[in-house]
């Protein structure tokens, strides 16, 4: 046994501290070169025809990637509403069903759910044709969004119930107390609060579905991936998905950015922000 | 109905066989990311927390990297970003022709996304397990790698479990992506069955539900480890 004194600390002094060092110098000095490569390579490599020919698609898909973003976000949080509620409802049939739809939605992959409702569509081609209902899954995007939609309406509907549930009971004990309707409370009282505790979920949320929104170019949707992989196949040019990167990249950065700006600003009655 | 079942059956006129295999190679795919994501999580976690401000950021570029790019363009990324730079490197040696492999692909791709959140939960733990925690250790003569494994760890893995089970179900999805580079795993699998059968709705949905088994069967057994490794707490009634 060694005896126990000066010894192990001033070893960790001594090696600790210059090994970290050298760390962060080889790791930093490795992202620099790495930077430096890229920004050489887009530039130095630019290709004025090709950037020319296919940047204007890549914008265009970047349009796509927004509008898929923001369509099943608003249709996905409207259906999530009722979700919700059932999921929190007495009735233990409706929230059983409810909670079986999350757990199905949620427990598979988003690539999967597309497939099913892209090809699965193309099954029943008669009889949406007699409904008049194939125009609308005619269109790979359409299908998409419906995918997307009941999807985002099951993670949304998750933060809805979390949220509502967080806000203390007393709230809604006070607000009866005091002769508030029942319909007033909820909306008055407790949604509000717990809009603001939903607040962070729902920018992540919002981050994760730009991200996921990729999987549409899978099924011919040419948003920003798609765009990028026609690009691609057509050019064989490695550049085009380093463009990609650079503007998912930036994309999901200054959502968070902007976002954080937001909840500081929703927040500031509270004081949440300054302690986060 | 009948015709759905023998669709399904195992051997060789169903494609239920197919599926299960694609199912196996899911798992293993899943399986083999998981150490690989982790041991690089607690990595990039370790610099993050160093307090050496250079490392602090290179950790924090990598987090920033790989959590905010879409994990299909991660693959592609690896994909097709290895093959050029593999390529590259056996052609200052030789000219053959390397094929990168859509399992290794998949795994890095994935194991890189995993590592960027998981060195989240880490980070968060290491700000749970106080300090004096370390300094304890220290006074008692454990060398700076027996308080890691003897006193930190234990903690790290009963704080970090919760976060992790999410990430592990997260990359159980993930794996389909690895279809889109003609992987066969299951969601590739089911797709070769339907351009067969023509059965879209069929297969799909029993794709959907393998992976929901899938995704049950983890839980549980997360469920299990969770207990097991809370066992010592005490419990709030």
Redo the contacts between chains.
């Keep these: 046994m060694?005896v126990?004194g000066e010894a192990?600390?001033a070893k960790?002094a001594q090696t600790?501290?210059p090994a970290?060092?050298l760390?962060?110098?080889f790791?930093?000095t490795?992202?620099i070169v790495l930077g430096a490569e890229l920004a050489w390579k887009l530039t130095s490599d630019f290709d004025a025809e090709f950037f020319g020919k296919y940047f204007p698609k890549l914008l265009e898909g970047l349009v796509v990637t927004l509008e898929l973003v923001a369509l099943s976000m608003v249709l996905g949080g409207l259906l999530s509403i009722p979700v919700a509620l059932a999921r929190v409802s007495r009735n233990r049939l409706v929230s059983r069903l409810a909670f079986f739809y999350v757990?199905?939605f949620r427990?598979?992959?988003?690539?999967?759910?597309t497939?099913?409702v892209y090809?699965?569509a193309?099954?029943?081609r008669p009889w949406f044709e007699d409904m008049n209902l194939w125009w609308f899954f005619r269109d790979a995007f359409n299908c998409v969004i419906l995918a997307f939609t009941l999807n985002e309406a099951a993670y949304l509907a998750e933060i809805l119930r979390g949220s509502i549930q967080a806000v203390p009971r007393g709230q809604t004990e006070a607000a009866q107390s005091l002769g508030i309707p029942k319909a007033v409370t909820f909306w008055k009282v407790v949604m509000p609060q717990a809009m603001i505790i939903a607040l962070r979920p729902f920018g992540n949320e919002i981050?994760l579905m730009?991200?996921?929104?990729?999987?549409a170019?899978?099924v011919t949707v040419f948003d920003l991936?798609g765009a990028?992989?026609l690009a691609?196949a057509r050019s064989f040019n490695?550049d085009i998905?380093?463009w990609?990167?650079l503007i998912?990249?930036s994309m999901?950065?200054v959502l968070r950015r902007v976002w954080d700006r937001i909840e500081t600003r929703l927040t500031r009655h509270i004081g949440y922000a300054s302690s986060k | 109905m009948e015709s759905m079942l023998s669709l399904l059956s195992l051997g060789a006129d169903g494609w239920g066989d197919e599926l299960l295999i694609g199912a196996w190679v899911t798992v293993r795919l899943a399986l083999a990311t998981l150490p690989f994501g982790l041991v690089l999580g607690l990595a990039v976690a370790l610099a993050k927390n160093s307090g050496q401000p250079s490392l602090v950021l290179a950790g924090n570029i990598y987090t920033t990297i790989f959590r905010g790019l879409p994990e299909l363009l991660t693959l592609f990324l690896v994909y097709y970003g290895g093959q050029i730079v593999v390529q590259k490197l056996v052609g200052l040696f030789s000219d053959t022709y390397v094929e990168v492999n859509g399992f290794l692909a998949g795994m890095v791709a994935l194991g890189f996304v995993f590592s960027a959140f998981s060195s989240e939960a880490f980070l968060g733990a290491f700000k749970a397990i106080s300090r004096g925690q370390n300094e304890a250790g220290h006074a008692l003569g454990l060398s700076t790698r027996q308080t890691f494994r003897l006193i930190i760890l234990p903690q790290l893995i009963r704080l970090t479990l919760p976060a992790l089970s999410n990430l592990w179900l997260v990359l159980l999805k993930e794996t389909s992506l690895v279809s889109v580079i003609a992987y066969d795993e299951l969601l590739r699998k089911t797709f070769i069955a339907v351009g067969v059968t023509k059965q879209p709705l069929l297969f799909f949905t029993v794709a959907l539900l393998i992976y929901l088994v899938l995704s049950l069967i983890s839980s549980t057994g997360l469920d299990a480890i969770d207990r097991r490794v809370r066992r010592g707490e005490r419990r709030v009634a």
């Design positions: 060694t126990i192990a600390p960790r600790g501290f970290a060092r760390a962060g110098w790791f930093m490795l992202w757990y199905l427990g598979t992959p988003l690539l999967a759910q497939f099913l090809y699965g193309g099954q029943f981050i730009i991200k996921a929104s990729a999987v170019s899978v991936m990028t992989r691609f490695f998905y380093l990609a990167a998912y990249l999901v950065e």
